[in-house]
């Protein structure tokens, strides 16, 4: 149980106290009306003795009496109604509230910090006036009146005689049948005769003269003057006097029946209730009180609520209306109690009860107790058995008298007044009254062990609970607090005599001393026990303690306390106690609150609402509500139904009381902020027929973090090579889309005229559809003029004003039930400045179904468009975005921090060109190689020219805008449908085999010395594309040479005429996919000629072989491949005509076909390299049909130079010597060069595809790129075999440097050998014995430098093998020769051979040593000739 302000040791005798009776004449209740105040309540503070009392017990021993306390009331011959009596509890428990400034216990149990009210005054309201207003009964004395006060004033003509007309007036009460009550304790009553007098007023001599007559008449002991009224009413305002009185008549006394039936002290103090500020546990927010009861009655644990109140057992009668409630409290509320009274009457009122009791009441009960003593005394001689048999034979003739309270069902018999068994209760009650514990229990169990004996139950009940209480308050705790006897008293109340009241009387003093002995749990089951369906208001506040006395045991019951405190609030609600049913549920949500129990929580939460609703707390009401429908709730579909559209249904009064205040924050449906996404800019246009606009980026792309990264690095690129190969310190990526992965760490910028799409992730957590109306986005905006100062003025525009901020507004968003759905809302920024999007605001809703609202009917639907919408109210949810966090310093890294998300505060700037990209006839598949002509539309659509237009991409390979030698102005796209994308001669067809010369250079296609190939100006008419222009350029596009899918991607880059500040450039992207299928794969390896000089007597000859294999397969429905054209490219040689291997001129190649080409190719001479321009290179083509391709020209050469810029990108093989150390000498360099050319094969084909019945050619170019003599080079990339695996070495190589030695192959280039001389010689052997032949040996030096040679004749041929196939023969002259060749020199030698026999001959035995002139160092090595030099020498 709650701590009470008493102690159960001073509220049992509190409770029972010796009750006097008062009857005054009218003129003394006159005195005191004065006043404001009737006798008995004039009495009502004083009545607490200040002193201790003495009085001898039976025993003549001294007993001490203290803090007595006597209860003086208006005598009223009607017993109590039963009605009356639950009004009157009902009205005390509803008028005590908890205080405003209580401080709540703080306890901690388990897991539970609990904030719960340390005392329940309540309750002690409650009790104290249950046991003042307990109607007398026959079986007990404790309440039956000892004395009567007969009050006369001084003022009335013959006081004497008024006297005597009260005292008759008592006994007629008293002793005349016709008067069952009040009840009186002993037929001999006290009467004590009081004489008021009004001291203003009144002749003082004339009341002492009657004092003296009263003393004479009725003894010194029975009367008293009273004097009171020192001062007239009109002087009440002059001084302040303390007002004692009005604490006591708040507390209404049921006894004080005139002042019942007048309604004046109905009202039990409201003062506090009004600014009451309580704070609901389970709710986050404080709660308003204010005090109105609501006859808006229901079940609180069922949805739909009883209108009707009869249903409940208290009977209609506790409802008050508001109404009068408010007149009587107004009514009270200007009386001052006691208004001509002094601190010296208030002395005198003092005095006199002190004389009362002193002098009249005490010694009264002492003379009684002996009385009643002496004759229990005198009767034990009796025989018990005797007197038990006597009583037995002569109870038949009793007559039973019932009391009003000793209802039909009592059990057991009645005994008359004077019966023996009464007078020891009498006595026992006496010793009670004045605390004479001892005696009074000694007396209760004898009085007990005879009701017994009788089966009197109802008596023996009353005395086993006095006898309890008495043995726990004897002093010294003589014996253990029997309980067992209180419950066997509450069970015979409660059972066998069917009286609620007394049990409750006994169940709540048991209760106390219960506790006051920390005995919690007996304490609880007791105040369980006694809760029925007969009073709700008792089963309230007896849960309500039972809950308390779990949560104060040693090891606190915290789940058990919440469960109890929710039975008392639902029990607080049936009885009409609205502000106390709320209390107990929100201090009871306390425990189940996030834990779990979720159905737990909706239903407390639920009542909570509709009690708040009820009690017009409606904030209070619409968090509850709140809290039902964002937690993820397991209730039904239709459950939730309800709960939403109650919580709209308080929702909308709420607004409705303040219907110009804030939007309220709305609960539904979830926003997942993080997940906002906020996209700058137009949406994208759909394709049209041909015209396909440009991907760039739309909110229907998914965030892909790798393709960002391309994005970024293209765009970093093209600004790096715009600001000279340097990137701007103040350079940010351009994000047009704002998402939770994107750098929102500085404020975004977007351009005014461009809307802003805010992208809000909803979530629905219900069952039920939402339907969101009327949805828009709330915005702040701050405007700046156009020299970029802010307004002196910050204009909350949140509804906007139409020519700064456009807002689009949604007119009916529907969530399905737990469904997540992105909303797509606009704003249109019409002015520059900055923007901040708070959040959306919408109308809140559900559609009409055909449940209704439980107890609150669905209101009739209002038609929105599609979807029926039941009810809704407008409020705004705001977007709040946590921003990442901080990691960067130490600080950070220690605590928590989040740096800001700005995405939603973008600057509007002012305005920018903005572009639009169409790409037309842009085909989706391709032959790997294929050449196909598409044309790009730039279309400028804002109001500002723009300029600078770039595009990068990281593929330039794969189109071209065609070089600066190309037409500007091309045919438009349907007039060159069926041409070539190529620009074409016709040619004679003599010339067939022989190459056809043109040259380019690499700088008119963008390919120069540190030119950026990946940044390709779009070349537009004037470099300006005016507003609203519109502009078609051709692109020539290449399939790549991978097969498969292949996206591409384009950055547009542009910039405004007029610079701006904020924003420098703007960028569009593209994405183009492509898929590819296989077509030509094209081989080509380069080889010396043997025949070193050519036709001018210059050496270098080389011999091209190409091999053309056609690896489509038919799917793509090509029939077949026609090589049309072999072109070559190089700076320093040139394929001079075609060594066709076969006599068929016709390059065809169906599926699967190989064909071999053979090719012969020379160094270009020193006026077609021209010195002036490394970058020049010489085009020669071979055509195989009568069109020439001209492929020094557009876009052969585009896609050419593309191709060789990206070669060149790769990392090469061969080279791999001098990149990884530079350090290694010029000469290595010079070696390798002599293995090295440059030059590029460029093959042109035609491919015929059959499609939909027609014939359609496409055409398309591979390119091979030759770097080094005898090795073989291919068009398509060559797959890296992944190496095998080896084991691992743990020890370190000896020699990890590279090897500054030219290998065997690089060496044997530096110098190139042949032989001339006759195929066959004959000689006449038997004429002459030594045959001579003249041989030739032709040396060329292939490198760029001066080589020193030494030819050793003589070498012989060791090897067994060789000597058995060739014969030997000897070179006559000289054997070793010494030349020196200067850079690519020929130099012949005349060397002569020496035969003796016939045979065929080897002649290649020469060997050949080489090193470089400059060079210390010699690496020689044999230049051993590739062939074996066969000579055939004849005998003629």
Known sequence: MAQCVQSVQELIPDSFVPCVAALCSDEAERLTRLSHLSFAELLKPFSRLTSEVHMRDPNNQLHVIKNLKIAVSNIITQPPQPGAIRKLLNDVVSGSQPAEGLVANVITAGDYDLNISATTPWFESYRETFLQSM????????????????????????????????????????????????KWFIPNTLKYYVLLHDVSAGDEQRAESIYEEMKQKYGTQGCYLLKINSRTPNRASDEQIPDPWSQYLQKNSIQNQESYEDGLCTITSNKNSDSNLLSLDGLDNEVKVDGLPNNFRMHPLQL?????????IDGPDHVKSASSLHETKKANAGII????????????????????????????????????NDQLISRKGLSRSLFSA???????????????????????????????????RKMADLCFLVQHYDLAYSCYHTAKKDFLNDQAMLYAAGALEMAAVSAFLQPGAPRPYPAHYMDTAIQTYRDICKNMVLAERCVLLSAEILKSQSKYSEAAALLIRLTSEDSDLRSALLLEQAAHCFINMKSPMVRKYAFHMILA??????AGQKKHALRCYCQAMQVYKGKGWSLAEDHINFTIGRQSYTLRQLDNAVSAFRHILINESKQSAAQQGAFLREYLYVYKNVSQLSPDGPLPQLPLPYINSSATRVFFGHDRRPADGEKQAATHVSLDQEYDSESSQQWRELEEHVVAVVNRGVLPSNFHPTEYCLNSYSDNSRFPLTVVGEPVTVEVAFRNPLKVPLLLTDLSLLWKFQPKDVSGKENEEVKELVKGEPEMIGTEVVSEFLINSEESKVARLKLFPHH????????????????????????IGALPGCHTGKHSLSMSVRGRQDLEIQGPRLNNTKEEKTSIKYGPDRRLDPIITEEMPLLEVFFIHFPTGLLCGEIRKAYVEFVNVSKCPLTGLKVVSKRPEFFTFGGNTAVLTPLSPSASENCSAYKTVVTDSTSVCTALISSASSVDFGIGIGSQPEVIPVPLPDTVLLPGASVQLPMWLRGPDEEGVHEINFLFYYESVKKQPKIRHRILRHTAVICTSRSLNVRATVCRSNSLEDEEGRGGNMLVFVDVENTNTSE??????????????????????????????????????????????????????????????????????NEQIVSSASPCADFFYRSLSSELKKPQAQSSLHTEKQSIEDTMRLIQKC????????????????????????????????????????????????????????????NTTVSSRPSVEQLSNLIKTSLHYPESFSHPFHQKSLCLVPVTLLLSNCSKADVDVIVDLRHKTTSPEALEIHGSFTWLGQTQYKLHLKSQELHSLQLKACFVHTGVYNLGTPRVFAKLSDQVTVFETSQQSSMPALIIINNV
């Open 135 to 182: 109607p007398a009964s026959d079986h007990e004395f404790l309440n039956h009146y000892l004395a009567c006060m007969l009050v006369a004033s001084s003022s009335e003509a013959e006081p004497m005689e008024q006297f005597s007309k009260l005292s008759q007036e008592q006994h007629r009460i008293q002793h005349n049948n016709d008067y069952s009550y009040p």
């Open 304 to 312: 739909d609520p009883s209108g009707d109140s009869s249903n409940n």
């Open 337 to 372: 109690h006691g208004a001509c009274l002094t601190l010296t009457d208030h002395d005198r009122i003092r005095q006199f009860i002190q004389e009362f009791t002193f002098r009249g009441l005490l010694p009264h009960i002492e003379k009684t107790i002996r009385q009643l």
């Open 390 to 424: 006597t009583k037995k034979w002569f109870s038949g003739s009793k007559v039973p008298e019932k009391s009003i309270n000793e209802l039909k069902n009592t059990s057991g018999l009645l005994y008359p007044p004077e019966a023996p068994e009464l007078q020891i």
């Open 569 to 574: 609030g639902h029990r607080f609600s049936k």
């Open 832 to 855: 520059i400045g900055e923007l901040h999007i708070l959040g959306v605001v919408y109308n809140l809703g559900t559609i009409q179904g055909s449940m209704t609202v439980d107890g």
């Open 1116 to 1185: 793509a429905g090509v029939k077949e491949f026609h090589i049309v054209q072999v072109s070559s490219s190089s700076k320093h040689w040139k394929l001079q005509k075609s060594v066709n291997l076969s006599e068929n001129k016709d390059a065809k190649l169906a599926s699967r076909e190989k064909g071999k080409f053979c090719f012969k190719a020379i160094r270009c001479k020193e006026e077609e390299v021209g010195t002036q321009s490394s970058e020049k290179y010489t085009f020669a083509d071979i055509v195989f049909g």
């Open 1235 to 1294: 293995s090295e050319v440059d030059l590029n094969i460029v093959v042109l084909w035609k491919a015929y595809v059959v499609e939909d019945s027609k014939q359609l050619i496409l055409e398309g170019q591979h390119h091979v790129v030759l770097r080094t003599i005898g090795k073989e080079a291919f068009s398509y990339p060559q797959k890296q075999e992944p190496p095998e695996m080896e084991l691992l070495k743990f020890f370190r190589p000896e």
